[in-house]
């Protein structure tokens, strides 16, 4: 899987495949070859299938083992909203 960073945003890519491998099988879909990481609601974003998701909710998904829904935050730890590191981030 490759990705087009346009934001700059930090993230550890092997994370990320992960996580998107883990909520297109939620979906039912299969994963895309490549993504484009973008700006979205002032935060990084991608699109699976046609629905924009925000990185740092995707790899919270991840992290926890579990889909959930609006009601549950993800924090950035340092306040940095385009830092989606997995040791600052906090659901």
């Given at each position: 899987?490759?990705?087009?960073n346009s934001c700059n945003c930090i993230v550890d890519y092997k994370v990320l495949e992960k996580a998107?491998?883990?909520?297109?099988?939620?979906?039912?879909?299969?994963?895309?070859?490549?993504?484009?990481?973008?700006?979205?609601?002032?935060?990084?974003?991608?699109?699976?299938?046609?629905?924009?998701?925000?990185?740092?909710?995707?790899?919270?998904?991840?992290?926890?083992?579990?889909?959930?829904?609006?009601?549950?935050?993800?924090?950035?730890?340092?306040?940095?909203?385009?830092?989606?590191?997995?040791?600052?981030?906090?659901?």
């Amino acid at each position: 899987m490759t990705f087009e960073n346009s934001c700059n945003c930090i993230v550890d890519y092997k994370v990320l495949e992960k996580a998107i491998i883990d909520e297109c099988h939620r979906r039912g879909i299969e994963p895309k070859d490549n993504y484009k990481i973008y700006r979205y609601r002032g935060y990084a974003g991608i699109s699976i299938k046609h629905d924009k998701v925000s990185v740092h909710r995707i790899i919270g998904k991840y992290m926890v083992g579990y889909d959930f829904g609006s009601e549950i935050h993800v924090h950035h730890i340092d306040g940095n909203k385009f830092n989606n590191s997995v040791a600052n981030l906090q659901v």
